[in-house]
């Protein structure tokens, strides 16, 4: 992460109602993962190829023209990423920089404007200084950030929209907690296809993926496994989460063949198992001889990993024909370890080795350290 000062023609004003919705908030006593809204967001827009200036302004529904492109034709994408303030003195947020890349590339995909990286981070950290105070700090607990980005255009025309709103909200989360999941085999319907949109993080990417996990909730399931859109024979994640599998004690994990999210957590557990000298196989994985492998017993853990849960152990797979292969560990160790390597580094326990964590400057009279 690129720790420097953001340069001056990125920052942020922040509008007075933004003040005012501030000084006014309250946070609820009860929060869960993502309900509960901070009163602040980041707004700037896009006309005529360049991107006006950012504000904080007090968090409001947008007006938007019912011709707007997003609401026809989905020209909308997003992101996901957390601001910590467990064990550090100011908050600090993970990774905005692969945030950041893995934005325009969605942005690219969907013939929407990059967002100037600067702006990005100079957004994130606005947002997340305004929050500071009420970013709760225990174990687990974060500033859920989503930024996200939209074709406003009004027209009906299928064409790139001209005009485009930047936007990033925070939620205040308690972390978010999952039993051991059970999961189903998606052998019918498809995510992501080739050349089609799953490795970027289009909100019609998970518009498609409701009616599977409607389907698989109905039957008692938690989540669904996606398999490749071509054959249906290789595993390629959840509908928001990467997987990772331990056979014979040694780390596999679908490799990123454009059809698979390339997770920020996913990358950030590769770089943790390498650098504790852990084999890692980023490989095409049948879902054949997975489930031949925990059949077997070769296959100990299977777990689920991304922003919002980090890690998430997964207990079961069940096939369409309703056989079921239970996994012997859930949550087995590899993933504990990871999950507990992973987080010391979120929340500032362990030594920013990999240079992950962008620390929020608060302003001098902020009250957030009290
Ligand atoms: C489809 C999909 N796969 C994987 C992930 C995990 O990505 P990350 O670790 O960046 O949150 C997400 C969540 O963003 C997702 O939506």
Known sequence: VNQSAIPTEWCIDTHTDARAALAAYRLPARIDFGSVLAPVMVRADWRDGVWGRARLQAYAPLALDPAALCLHYAQEVFEGL??????????????????????????????????????????????SAACAPFIPGASGQSLYLRPLLLGTQATLGVNPALEAVFLVIASPSAAYVTRPLKVVIERSATRAAAGGTG???????????????????????????WLDGGE????????????????DGVLHTPSLTGTILPGVTRDSLLAIARRD??????????????????????????FACGTAAIVASIAELADADGSRYELSQAPG??????????????????????????????????????
């Open 82 to 127: 957390k601001a910590y303030r467990v064990a550090t003195p100011t908050p600090v947020i993970f990774r905005p920089d692969m945030n950041s890349a893995r934005l325009n590339r969605s942005a690219e995909r969907l013939s929407l404007p990059a967002v100037p990286e600067p702006m990005f981070r100079a957004a994130l950290r606005a947002i």
């Open 199 to 225: 490795d970027v993080k289009a909100g019609g990417n998970y518009a498609a993926a409701l009616l599977a996990n409607a389907a698989a909730r109905a039957r008692g399931f938690d989540q669904v496994l």
């Open 232 to 247: 249906h024979r290789y595993v390629e994640e959840l509908t928001v989460m990467n997987v990772f599998a331990v056979i």
């Open 277 to 302: 000298g852990l084999t890692v196989h980023e490989r095409r994985m049948g879902i054949d001889a997975l489930l031949a492998a925990i059949r077997a017993g070769a296959c100990t853990e299977l």
């Open 333 to 370: 160790p590899m993933a504990v370890r990871l999950r507990a390597r992973l987080l010391d580094i979120q929340e500032g326990r362990a030594v920013d080795e990999f240079g992950w964590l962008d620390p929020v400057p608060l302003p001098e009279s902020s009250d957030a350290g009290t």
